[in-house]
């Protein structure tokens, strides 16, 4: 009752007095839970390495420098193979996720209890594991190489890709589809002509999103054998060869910089 | 002639929108649904196409009847009704052309139509229709860059070029200024009597359905409480379709001479938009 008569004046408050107290006892609560968390690391943690992490850090700075150039020679095909396997990866994801968007949409699903359920669940599953895992499973299967990673950033950028579509999908004017279904369209029409068009900028635009999350993520696939640059930097790593670990940081920064300028330039065309 | 029998609406609210209506359109006759927000003229005119299903009640088309048709023989029946929406409804990523071809979808086959393959004579009567409606230079354009009045102008190529017999029209002016408003509704007016089109207009201007319809049907709550010529809506009778209001200033009785010279300045004004 947030409109309140007193001495005949109408006064008028955000909250009643019960909600705002509630208000602050939930405020309350974050805060002690905040304080004690804080208290409980830092009983569990071990101050001397805290403060000498300034020293290690520059110890294996300069343990990085100077940066050995003459590696990068030897960089390029495993840059090729990232970006490869980036592109493809996002390829097979778009082609397989545009029609689960579809069946998952409710407005555009052939049935919301028996195949909605199903493309959900082919969403989640597929978002829910992270691409490093799926390639550590795939490279199991169909053992190490460029082909496992590709199936990996594919398998896991499908819910990715249909879960912002099939948003998207359900996001739509409903009169243009009513527009063309009142022409006397019949269902693949009524797709083509009312749906698609009002959905393909965002479907372009998760595309490219996505394959520049993609570039990123399949830097690090060479850890577990799915090919790559993570492959040298995985080796450089063992071997303790950290001016090499150097060069390929730099490499991996590049080709995440121009991967994200131009996702950024084909985002700004088509929207 | 469309006929409805008893029609019946009830949402899964429970609202009932329409109580049993009986209505007939004989060929040729534009006709406006008037009454206020609610009163059931948009599921009215829905239900006719099937856009909305009746509960119960029969709607037929020149004696088919519409409420019992498979879905392959409602897409069928749905070619002979063009329909015109209150936002225009063209999908506004298309070209016009591509809009206004839309209204064939229901005359070919799938593939055709995905890869815009329609028949020479369609293309042929687009741009006739384009022209007839001062369009025709804008058939490249997509359909957000154009203005209100040019938007709805190639609705009504849309629903035209379906070769309907009907035209089943929501609300056309609900978003234009009233210069506009008045063109369109004469537009509308003049495309039905060349191609002797019955149409239902829902419109909520009180003033354009007396200017340019031959017959007024007064909804109220799902009931017809006025079914008459335009001149017999006084002020007695908007008080029972819209509520208690001083009416003197809305009721005008229209001047056939005035409206004579309107219909003269037509083709320019069409074209000056």
């Known amino acids: 009752m947030p409109l309140d008569v ?38 569990k943690t071990i101050w001397m390495f805290v403060t000498d992490a300034p020293r290690q850090a520059a110890d294996m700075a300069s343990r990085m420098m100077p940066p050995k150039w003459d590696y990068l020679s030897t960089l ?36 919301k209890t028996f195949i909605r359920p199903i493309a959900l669940f082919i969403i989640v599953s597929s978002r829910s594991i992270n691409s490093l895992l799926w390639a550590l499973m795939l490279v199991t299967v169909i053992g190490p190489g460029v082909f496992a990673g590709v199936l990996a950033i594919g398998f896991r950028s ?53 394959w520049d999350i993609n570039i990123r993520e ?25 001016t090499q670990v150097s060069v390929i940081l730099l490499v991996i920064l590049g080709t995440v910089i121009v991967s994200e300028w131009v996702s950024a330039k084909v985002r700004h065309a088509i929207i | 002639m469309l006929r409805l029998d008893t029609l019946v609406k009830q949402y899964k609210t429970g609202d009932l929108a329409l109580k049993g209506i009986d209505l007939e359109i ?43 048709l498979s879905q392959g023989r409602l897409r069928k029946a749905r070619r002979r009704m063009g329909m015109i929406f209150q936002e225009y409804a063209l999908v506004e990523r298309l070209t016009v052309m591509e809009n206004v071809l839309s209204g064939r979808l229901g005359y070919v086959s799938f593939w055709r139509s995905y890869f815009r393959k329609f028949p020479q004579s369609d293309i042929d009567e687009a741009f006739r229709l384009l022209a007839r409606v001062g369009l025709d230079h804008m058939a490249d354009k997509r359909a957000d860059e154009l203005s209100g009045g040019q938007r709805q102008r190639v609705g009504i190529c849309r629903a035209l070029i379906q070769d309907p017999e009907l035209l089943l029209v929501d609300e056309p002016t609900a978003s234009l200024d009233p210069k506009t408003s008045r063109q369109i509704m004469r537009l509308i007016r003049e495309l039905c009597a060349e191609r ?34 335009p001149d017999g809506l006084t002020p007695d009778v908007l008080t029972q379709i819209y509520g208690e209001e001083d009416w ?26």
């Open chain 1, 6 to 43: 007193k001495d005949g004046l109408k006064v008028w408050q955000r909250r009643d007095r019960n909600s705002q107290l509630a208000i602050w006892a939930v405020q309350f609560a974050a805060v002690a839970i905040f304080v004690y968390c804080w208290q409980l690391i830092s009983d």
């Open chain 1, 76 to 111: 390029w095909i495993p840059v090729w193979d990232t970006i490869a396997i980036a592109t493809l990866g996002t390829l097979m994801a778009i082609v397989m996720a545009f029609p689960i968007a579809f069946l998952a949409a409710r407005n555009t699903t052939p049935s």
């Open chain 1, 158 to 210: 499908i819910g990715f890709c249909a879960k912002l579509l099939y948003e998207a999908i359900e996001e739509i004017d409903e009169t243009q589809v009513e527009a063309i279904t009142a022409t006397g369209a019949n269902g693949p029409q009524i797709l083509n002509y009312g749906i698609v068009p009002q959905i393909l900028p965002a479907f372009a635009g998760i595309s490219v999103f996505r």
């Open chain 1, 218 to 242: 399949s830097t690090v696939l060479g850890l577990v054998g799915a090919g790559g640059i993570g492959l040298q930097l995985n080796a450089s790593i063992n071997t303790v060869t950290w």
């Open chain 2, 26 to 68: 004989p060929d040729g006759q534009v006709m406006a649904l008037i009454g206020p927000s609610g009163a059931g003229k948009s599921t009215l005119i829905r239900c006719v196409n099937r856009l909305v299903e009746p509960t119960s009640g029969k709607v037929s088309l020149n004696d088919m009847e519409l409420t019992t």
């Open chain 2, 196 to 229: 002797k089109l019955s149409a239902i207009i829902n419109i909520h201007d009180v003033l354009l359905a007396q200017m340019f319809a031959e017959r007024i049907v007064g909804l109220q709550l799902g009931e017809i409480v006025y079914d008459g010529p």
């Open chain 2, 248 to 273: 003197e200033a809305t009721i005008e009785t229209v001047d056939e001479e005035e409206l004579e010279d309107d219909l003269v300045g037509e083709e320019t004004a069409a074209g000056s938009d």
